[in-house]
């Protein structure tokens, strides 16, 4: 194995898939759940990104290719789901407590996570870098990344039980508001791609 390449792979997936900045989007999402809904949620969101990266870095060329979607494509497609998702958190609603699997799908694991900055860093280093051992430590360097964010998920739950509710609420506003610019933004970059 390259331990060169899994390093690269882990800092740049930790840097692009940011589960630092997606924690407090995560508590706001699981704040009417029960701890263990939570803690469900936050396990889902990341095996479900972790299989939605191997697959794009296994076979993200050909997926890709054979829907006639382009990456600029999938990244307006994601930045219009998350506004959706930036509106309800702005309307104080959130996620249902029986929504743990449905959210760690959408909008956790998929845009926020796997988005399509991930996508394309996985696609990137793939067609970079040649050989069994190299790809190894893109496999390797995936997997370390996803477990990180695991364990962040799982912290911010604990992190949770002293964050007063009122306080939550408060924070779900703001972050539905800095949710929905990035969501914009994904948006523009990929419009941007697309008209060069």
């Known amino acids: 194995m390259s331990w060169t390449t899994f390093g690269e792979t882990f800092v740049t997936l930790f840097v692009v898939m940011d589960p630092i900045g997606t924690a407090?989007?995560?508590l706001s999402l699981t704040?009417?759940?029960p701890r263990?809904?939570?803690?469900?949620?936050?396990?889902?969101?990341?095996?479900a990104a972790m299989v939605v990266v191997l697959v794009f870095a296994l076979f993200g060329k050909v997926v890709l290719g054979y829907l006639h979607v382009s990456l600029p494509s999938l990244s307006i497609a994601g930045g219009l789901l998350l506004v959706l998702v930036a509106l309800e958190m702005l309307?104080?609603?959130?996620?249902?407590?029986?929504?743990?699997?449905?959210i760690a799908l959408v909008p956790l694991a998929t845009p926020l996570l796997a988005g399509p900055g991930a996508i394309a860093t996985v696609m990137v280093?793939?067609?970079?870098?040649s050989g069994t051992a190299s790809h190894l430590g893109i496999y390797l360097g995936i997997l370390a990344t996803v477990a990180v964010i695991a364990v962040v998920f799982l912290l911010a739950?604990?992190?949770?039980?002293w964050v007063p509710a009122s306080a939550l609420?408060?924070?779900t506003r703001i972050f539905g508001f800095l949710l929905a610019a990035i969501a914009v933004q994904l948006v523009v970059d990929g419009a941007t791609a697309l008209a060069r």
């Open 31 to 33: 704040r009417h759940q």
């Open 91 to 102: 309307q104080g609603e959130g996620a249902p407590a029986e929504g743990d699997t449905g």
């Open 169 to 171: 609420h408060f924070l």
């Open 157 to 161: 739950d604990q992190l949770a039980k």
């Open 24 to 26: 407090p989007v995560f």
């Open 36 to 47: 263990r809904g939570a803690q469900r949620a936050a396990v889902a969101a990341s095996v």
């Open 125 to 129: 280093l793939v067609s970079r870098h």
